[in-house]
């Protein structure tokens, strides 16, 4: 079982990227999204039931990025927009094979699948 962490670069600042994450092997419950950005500490960005609605984002990113699925392809995005140099990370894909509820998306340790990471760097 293999998560795929991929569509990282360089955008300026105002520009939009989506990051892709393609399971192979399986569909998991749970999707999350988290970030590490230079010197700072792994944060989380968004998650998603694979089945049905529910979804959850960080403040910092609510209105700006949108997380999908395409079920025939197996794979998540995190559509990402109005990006800030502030959101210059390394962003990490993770997964788990439960439907976690809400409260629990945002902690690392609730998904035991993680993808390489994947860069994106804002910048003009």
């Known amino acids: 079982v293999q998560l795929q962490a991929s569509g990282g670069g360089l955008v300026q600042p105002g520009g939009s990227l989506r990051l892709s994450c393609a399971a192979s092997g399986r569909t998991f419950g749970t999707y999350g999204w988290f970030r590490q950005a230079p010197g700072k500490e792994r944060e989380f960005v968004a998650g998603?039931?694979?089945?049905?609605?529910?979804?959850t984002y960080a403040d910092s990113v609510k209105g700006r990025f949108t997380i999908s699925r395409d079920r025939a392809d197996n794979t998540a995005y995190l559509q990402m927009n109005r990006l800030s140099p502030e959101d210059t990370a390394v962003y990490y894909c993770?997964?788990?094979?439960?439907?976690?509820?809400?409260?629990?998306?945002?902690?690392?340790?609730?998904?035991?699948?993680w993808g390489q990471g994947t860069l994106v760097t804002v910048s003009s």
């Open positions: 998603f039931r694979w089945s049905g609605t529910t979804t």
């Open positions: 993770a997964a788990t094979s439960r439907s976690l509820i809400l409260s629990t998306m945002a902690r690392e340790n609730a998904y035991n699948y």
